[in-house]
């Protein structure tokens, strides 16, 4: 496995923590924990194109 195919599958991984934070109600600053997983997965995108 090479490493776009790595980051990929951290991007595929981090998609149900991004939703548990984001829609479960009670977590503190679940929405800013949410925009920092999604840019983080922006940002691994842009580096395996």
């Not at 923590?17 to 983080?40: D, S």
């Amino acid at each position: 496995m090479n490493l776009p195919n790595k980051i990929t599958l951290f991007r595929v991984i981090m998609i149900p923590v991004f939703l548990v934070v984001y829609l479960v109600p009670g977590i503190p600053y679940g929405n800013y924990i949410a925009a920092a997983i999604f840019l983080i997965a922006a940002f691994s995108d842009f580096l395996d194109g």
